[in-house]
Every structure is written in structure tokens, then in C-alpha cells.
């Protein structure tokens, strides 16, 4: 059985402490620091925006739009008004954390039977019959501007609307991704005609220009939410749907709401961590944070191979649990309070051991779950001391892949989670929120401010913030170690199948040995690997009246503070 913790001499696997830690800390790119507000995302041009709303006197809810818009532009395979968010708010006047669930229903007409008298025993991973569910994004930005903004509503798309109309040079990162989805991009008429313009894929450096998105961007610049549910977004996307056989149709849009809603918390060493109640896998933080908090992570120490086994194991148990409970929670009642408790932690606690891994077979089969794929993830602060961590997503790259005609939208697949048997707990049914990985974090420290921060990475969400965090408050690394630092993946990812433990190869051999000696299916990936995905944070010391923002160089972002 794992014990309350090991020999601090067992920690460092022989390696130096110094030498150990300098391997850890060592970064890139420094950590910015500023006293006026903070911006990072996972593209420096976003970055950049948020800044300029800041300076225009913008709630920190009004940056992370403007970024957020621009993040739709720049990175079409990860983000896109086709797409859902969730987002966790803190507003100095109000002093308190509000979560916004931004995800959107299934269709009236999206049932089990409407698949499977097409002969289907399962839903498609692209296409209009993947893109069953109403985007929640333009909604969730109209309801988070209606409450904090102060910045006028059309101004907050200036610079998506100028990237879209007039192009930006495409980064070699997402040249890539073109390149590599490049058949699916061909499929339909609308998309190819994007990303594939001249009969190949587009080209890192090249001008990459979005003409009918400008469109769909000024007319929510001009009308708000309304043109996008209600209005001539609306009609183009159900007309489109109509011609290719989709499900969704104008009412599902006409009904579509956001909800704001109280997120779910858990005390760590004295933090105060936030996620977002399911149907978001957020709970699964609380319950993992919950877990480790038992463990002297300090004695364990970072990099180790008790801390990866611990981090592995902890996740691969609270992953049961989350399967087990998080879908729409108005279709179930989660047991909150008990899954949230310490004493349930202490209780699956006794499963681990130091020696080897754990083995799933004890424990009830629950149905197969899938991995999620992309998306971005960015926070700001403000000079106020208001701050928004916000995450968004298409789901897979490019989601549905369809794009409906003169809206330059690529619509998401988050519906084709949703399982066709009767039985599952993320059954479909009709205007049904379905499982979303996604998951922004916040943390207070006495009631303030202390913590912004997140990633993309489908089920590597829960264990990167778990990374995050406890570098930041068990070892006292600042942000941009804590993202650069080597990660790791238990499980599946972004594109992947497979549930191994990927460990980047800045991890020593030895470790890596050591881990697979314990029974773990190690699989070695590259350093800086995009599968561990693309980390974001921001740090707040009250003492010093400053901020620290980090981004992750997985990416294409940058965190600026001034």
C-alpha cells in the first residue's frame, strides 16, 4: 500500500539536487512581470490584442474576447465561432469567482433513431452529422460582455475582422496541420476552397486570407448574438444543413442559452482551486489535487520517478471516476459532495502502490470514452485586479471539417462524443449537453487572486494543471517553468489511441526505466512534444503588486505583462 511519502535521500535518483533542479527550471524564454495587466495565448498575435484592448481601458472579460476572436483566425484547427467555451471570471468588485458554462445542446431532432436509421452504430467523427450541437461561443461572449464588459462590443473584433479580411502570415505549426489533414480539408467544397485554395495545402509563411469568415465577424460585430442565432449566420448554417443532411435546424439556434452557474472548489494547502461543473471533466482537478494534497510533494520532488508514478497512478484512478459521472449533469445528479471529499481521496488512495501500477481490471468496466483533440486556452488580468481564465475548442482538429457555404465557420464535432447506446452515461438524446474535456482552473490564495491557467490537451487537461499547480506551490517554480518544465501523458490525447505513459525524452533514461520497471507502458516523445499540449498562466503576488505570465514555446503564443 503507498505510504504518507519516502526517504528524501530515495528522491533524486541519484542526480545532484542543484544539478536536478537546474535540469527542471531551466526555460527558454523568461516569465514576464508587469504591474498594468497580463495576456497569454497560444498565438503571439491574440497575445497582442488583448493587450491593446487593456490599454483601451477593457475589463480583463473584454481582452480575453478579442483574443479569443482572434485565436479563431489564426488558428482555424483549434478555435472557431463553430466551437463551444467555458470560462471562470474574477471580478474585483463582486470578489468572487463565476463559472460560464458556454458549451452547446444537441439538436430537437439529434436522436439515437436518426442515426441508426441511417445505418450507423455510432456517429461520425466528421461531417454535418459530427456537427450536432449548437456552438455556444458567440452566445458566451455576448452573456460575458453584457456583465463586465467596458469596451464597446464591436470593438473587441477590430483585429479578427482585419486578420480574416486582409491575412496574416500562416506559422509553420499550423501549415502542418493543414498539410497533414489535407484529405479531410478536400472533402467539402467550402473548406477546400480555404485551406486549399490553389489545389495544395497552404504554406507556412504564406498570406492566409478568410474572406467569408470577415463576413460572419462583422455581422457579430454589428448585430451581437443575434447574428449568429437568430440572424443571417443562422440562415446560412441551417440552409447549408438542409442541403447536406444535417440535423440541426433554426429553432435548435432560436433556443440556444449560455449559464452562468457557482464552479465547484477544493481546498489544496490552503488554495482555493476553481474548475467548472461537469459536463466538463473538471472535477477530475479537484479530485486528483485532492488526492496528492495527502503526500509530501516537496520530499518527492519534481521529476522523480515517484512523482511521475504518483501523478500517473492518481490520474488513471480519478479518470474512473470522472467516466463514471461526468456528462450533462440535468440528465444525472452528481454526487458532488462525495466525490469532492477527502475522505473519498483517502478511500481510493489505498489502491496505490509505489512498487507497480494499479491494474483497472479490479474495478467495474464502464463504456469507452473518447479522447478530445483541440483546442486554445488563454488568461488575462487587468490593472483593476480582474481576471478570466477561458478555454475553447472545435474539438478535433478542424472539428466537423464542414464548413457551411459563405460563412467561412468550420463547425465543431463535439457531438459525435455522444455515444448511440441506450446505456452509457453520455447517451444521446435531444438538447443534451454532451462531455467536454476542456477545462479552465483558477486559484485564490485568502480570498484573492492568485492563479490563472490551462491548456489544450484532451485528457492530458487534468494531469498538465495538476503539473502547473503543484510546481507553482509545492517546489515554488514560477510560471514559465512550470510550463516548460518536462511533462508528461498518461492515457489517451489529442489524435492518439493509445494509453501509454508519454514522457517527453528530456526525462532522464533512467527514469523512464525505472517506470516501466513498475509496470507502466512508457512510450517516449519528443521534447517540447505538442501531444502534452499547449499550457498558458498567469501568477499574481499581491505583495509585490505584480503580475507573471507564462506561455508555452509547444506553441505559437506569448505572454506579454507591462
Not at 175 to 204: D, H, R
Not at 451 to 471: D, K, V
Request: charged share 25%.
Amino acid at each position: 500500500m503507498l505510504g504518507e511519502g519516502r526517504s528524501k535521500a530515495s528522491k533524486k535518483g541519484g542526480i545532484p539536487l542543484a544539478q536536478h533542479t537546474d535540469q527542471l527550471t531551466a526555460t527558454g524564454r523568461p516569465v514576464v512581470e508587469g504591474k498594468r495587466g497580463a495576456v497569454t495565448s497560444p498565438h503571439y498575435l491574440a497575445t497582442q490584442t488583448g493587450k491593446k484592448i487593456l490599454e483601451k481601458g477593457g475589463h480583463a472579460v473584454d481582452a480575453a474576447i478579442a483574443v479569443n476572436s482572434v485565436l479563431c483566425v489564426v488558428l482555424p484547427h483549434m478555435s472557431g465561432l463553430g466551437g463551444d467555451l467555458f470560462s471562470l471570471v474574477w471580478d474585483q468588485s463582486q470578489n468572487k469567482v463565476q463559472a460560464l458554462n458556454g458549451s452547446g445542446r444537441s439538436g430537437s431532432e439529434a436522436t439515437r433513431s436518426a442515426y441508426i436509421q441511417k445505418g450507423l452504430d455510432k456517429i461520425p467523427e466528421r461531417g454535418p452529422l459530427a456537427a450536432n450541437t449548437v456552438p455556444g461561443t458567440v452566445d458566451a461572449w455576448w452573456a460575458l460582455h453584457q456583465r463586465y464588459g467596458k469596451v464597446d462590443w464591436s470593438v473587441l473584433f477590430e483585429d479578427a475582422i482585419h486578420y480574416a479580411e486582409n491575412g496574416f502570415p500562416l506559422t509553420e505549426k499550423t501549415s502542418k496541420f493543414i498539410a497533414e489533414k489535407a484529405e479531410l480539408l478536400s472533402v467539402y467544397p467550402e473548406t477546400k476552397k480555404i485551406f486549399l485554395a490553389n489545389g495544395s495545402p497552404i504554406q507556412a509563411g504564406e498570406i492566409f486570407v478568410q474572406p467569408d469568415l470577415a463576413w460572419s465577424f462583422k455581422q457579430i460585430a454589428r448585430d451581437g448574438r443575434k447574428a449568429f442565432y437568430e440572424g443571417a449566420i443562422a440562415d446560412k448554417i441551417v440552409v447549408s444543413f438542409e442541403k447536406h443532411g444535417g440535423l440541426l435546424v433554426k429553432k435548435d439556434f432560436e433556443d440556444h442559452q449560455i449559464d452562468w452557474e457557482d464552479p465547484i472548489t477544493t481546498n489544496y494547502r490552503g488554495y482555493d482551486v476553481y474548475q467548472v461543473k461537469p459536463n466538463t471533466q473538471g472535477i477530475t482537478v479537484l479530485m486528483m489535487l485532492n488526492m496528492l494534497e495527502s503526500y509530501d510533494m516537496a520530499a518527492i520532488g519534481d521529476g522523480t520517478t515517484d512523482y511521475y508514478h504518483l501523478l500517473a497512478e492518481t490520474t488513471k484512478l480519478k479518470f474512473r471516476y470522472r467516466d463514471e459521472w461526468v456528462t450533462d449533469p440535468s440528465s444525472i445528479t452528481v454526487p458532488y459532495d462525495l466525490l469532492l471529499s477527502k475522505s473519498f481521496s483517502k478511500k481510493v488512495r489505498t489502491h496505490l502502490s509505489w512498487e507497480e501500477v494499479y491494474s483497472l481490471d479490479d474495478l467495474e468496466e464502464l463504456p469507452d470514452t473518447q479522447g478530445s483533440r483541440d483546442t486554445v486556452y488563454l488568461s488575462v488580468t487587468d490593472k483593476d485586479g480582474n481576471g478570466v481564465s477561458l478555454i475553447q475548442s472545435i474539438y478535433h482538429e478542424f472539428g466537423s471539417g464542414f464548413i457551411p457555404e459563405g460563412t467561412g465557420i468550420l463547425l465543431q464535432n463535439r457531438g459525435s462524443y455522444f455515444s448511440l447506446e441506450e446505456d452509457h452515461i453520455n447517451t444521446l438524446e435531444p438538447n443534451k449537453r454532451t462531455f467536454h474535456t476542456i477545462i479552465p482552473a483558477m486559484a485564490l490564495k485568502d480570498g484573492k487572486l492568485f492563479m490563472l491557467y490551462g491548456s489544450m490537451g484532451g485528457e492530458g487537461q487534468p494531469q498538465t494543471q495538476c503539473a502547473l499547480f503543484t510546481r507553482v506551490v509545492d517546489f515554488g517554480y514560477n510560471m514559465q517553468q512550470a510550463i516548460e518544465a518536462p511533462r508528461w501523458l498518461y492515457g489517451k490525447t489529442w489524435g492518439e489511441d493509445s494509453s501509454t505513459l508519454k514522457l517527453e525524452e528530456r526525462i532522464s533514461a533512467k527514469t523512464m526505466e525505472a517506470l516501466g520497471d513498475r509496470g507502466h507502458m512508457v512510450e517516449k516523445v519528443e521534447p517540447y512534444s505538442q501531444l502534452m499540449g499547449h499550457a498558458q498562466g498567469i501568477l499574481v503576488d499581491h505583495d509585490r503588486g505584480v503580475y507573471s505570465a507564462g506561455a508555452d514555446p509547444r506553441g505559437d503564443g506569448i505572454a506579454l505583462s507591462w
